[in-house]
């Protein structure tokens, strides 16, 4: 299969048609329209085999995450999905292969209404690059700096499942379905990020690990926070493993969980619980915003836990 035939087979009409996509995949260079009134948000990540997913693992889901870990960074700022582009690195054009990774990235594709405008593909270790591109309303997107002393610090979800089931795997033990699909099949919180524009006043996804995205939101927003562990969303899962062990950085710091962490006023949190309830997602208070720097992370005793990192981090 040349490189022709594989983007002519599986990627030329990926994804829903919109109305702002004068040209798409087949040219040089995409042609769109970024709507009146709307800033473009983008953002691009990189999964590689390896380091974020084992090379065996199911090519549907791989394809399924690529996209979603960018759908999470959409969210995080408010935005409405719009287009994504795809470069992928084969080392081989296996037919299977490709068509199980391509129906993956259009589930998610065809469920948030993003389109595949352009990319590219090109032999070597597997990886896989995707760009999102999503619109906000000009001056209104929910950035990291916005967070004040007094705000109330929010999750979604819960936390730490990803984390368990790549412990999991990594010692060679049987993983809950439950807990492999929130590794591999995580859900963008887009529809609850959109809903948050005017209320958050500051928001991140939590990639990473909840105790390291919240301190991009602290050193952003030049403020400190306290967390209160005993409100952390844990599945039973993740809660069992943090009681038989007391270690507190798997719902921490393991990162992979793709959920919400937001800020807002006392004043906003009826609404913003009543709005998550309505999407069907549920949010959690864990904390406060405080003067100062640095996060304090509190045990049910109110003793303070010292975490020996914040997160994962690439180069570390």
């Known amino acids: 299969m040349s490189e022709f035939d594989l983007i002519r087979s599986y990627f030329a009409n990926l994804g829903p048609c ?109 990886s896989v690059t995707v760009q999102v591109h999503g619109f906000v309303p000009s001056g209104s997107a929910v950035r990291r700096c916005g967070a004040r002393s007094g705000d109330l610090v929010f999750v979604s979800g819960t936390l730490g499942d990803a984390g368990l089931a790549l412990r999991h795997l990594l010692a060679g033990e049987a993983v809950e379905p439950d807990l492999r699909r929130r590794l591999e099949y995580p859900t963008p919180r887009v529809e609850l990020g959109r809903h948050l524009l005017g209320l958050a006043t500051a928001m991140i996804d939590i990639s990473d690990g909840l105790a390291a995205d919240l301190s991009h939101i602290l050193a952003a927003s030049r403020v400190g926070a306290e967390l209160d562990l005993a409100r952390l969303p844990l599945s039973p899962q993740v809660a069992e493993a943090v009681a038989a062990s007391d270690d507190w950085a798997l719902p921490l710091a393991s990162g992979d969980d793709y959920e919400l962490c937001f800020c807002l006023p006392p004043e906003r949190a009826i609404q913003a619980r009543e709005l998550a309830r309505e999407l069907g997602c549920p949010v959690c208070q864990i904390g406060v915003i405080r003067p100062g720097s640095g996060l304090e992370c509190r045990l049910a005793d109110g003793s303070p836990l010292m975490l020996d990192r914040l997160g994962y981090d690439h180069f570390r």
């Open 18 to 126: 919109r109305l702002d996509v004068g040209l798409g995949v087949g040219d040089d260079c995409a042609l769109l329209d970024v709507p009146e009134g709307r800033s473009l948000a983008v953002s691009m990540d990189t999964l590689v085999a390896g380091t974020h997913f084992f090379s065996d693992c199911d090519p549907a889901a791989i394809g399924y995450k690529s996209l979603a870990v960018g759908l999470s960074d959409l969210a995080a700022m408010g935005a409405e999905p719009a287009w994504s582009t795809l470069a992928l690195t084969l080392p081989s054009p296996d037919p299977v292969w490709i068509r199980e990774f391509s129906a993956g990235y259009a589930r998610l594709s065809n469920a948030y209404g993003i389109r595949l405008v352009g990319g590219d593909t090109t032999r070597g270790p597997l």
